[in-house]
């Protein structure tokens, strides 16, 4: 695989990279949805790609991915989006995944204790994200930031022990600066921008509701 997530400056950043890694990417939340709308895109490319997204409704836009799927030259049939409403489900849907080649989570820690005295909470999470490398697939993580204070993923460090890699990402001038904060055969940080056209421009819309939603 040369590519994983198709835009190639995230990609430098990250390489090399193997099966069994987790991998995550988190920050300012419109800049990540737009990363994870390519990432599925890209990786419908190399097999079979689950998405498990943590959200009530909005935030995924198929029609989105849809078109990054044509544009990368992706299969949107090698897609397969499921979702859950609260922290309990989390843990089971990823250990249920089988016979994927990829698996990408988006928001697994948006139900986070208000106190991180409890995020003990999240150690289910946690531990099924670490089961699934021995599934020898490659697993990424896009997270927030948390709301108790800036520069920490939700959920805070607490889960950044089973990472093999980490990518901070914050608006900058006219596109995106990406941070290499972590990874397993690199020196850090590095940084590396993204250009808003990378993101299909689309950075706008995405986590918007879709018009039928709103009916």
């Known amino acids: 695989m040369d590519n ?8 430098a950043l990250l390489r090399p990279f193997n099966k069994g890694e987790i991998i995550e990417v988190y920050g300012s ?14 990786l419908s490319r190399y097999g079979r790609v689950g998405v498990i997204y943590v959200q009530d409704y909005g935030n995924l836009d198929p029609y989105f991915i849809r078109r990054m799927v044509k544009i990368l030259r992706g299969n949107f049939d090698n897609i397969y989006i499921t979702r859950a409403f609260r922290r309990y489900d989390i843990p089971d849907l ?3 995944v089988e016979g994927l080649d990829n698996l990408v ?3 697994p820690y948006l139900f986070s204790p208000t106190s991180p005295l409890n995020y003990s909470l999240l150690t289910p999470i946690t531990g099924a994200i670490k089961e699934s490398s021995s599934k020898f697939m490659i697993t990424i993580i896009f997270n927030r930031e948390t709301s108790l204070g800036k520069f920490l993923p939700e959920g805070g460090k607490f889960h950044h022990h089973i990472l093999h890699s980490i990518v901070r990402v914050a608006p900058y001038r006219n596109g995106v600066e990406a941070v290499l904060i972590k990874h397993y055969a690199k020196s850090v940080p590095k940084i590396s921008y ?6 299909g421009d689309e950075r706008l819309w995405v986590g918007q509701h879709l018009l039928q939603e709103w009916l």
């Open 105 to 107: 989570l988006i928001d």
């Open 194 to 199: 993204i250009s808003y056209k990378e993101l």
């Open 29 to 42: 939340w419109n800049i990540v949805l737009s990363i994870s709308h390519v990432t599925i895109a890209s």
């Open 94 to 96: 990823i250990k249920g």
């Open 4 to 11: 994983l997530t198709g835009i190639e400056s995230l990609d």
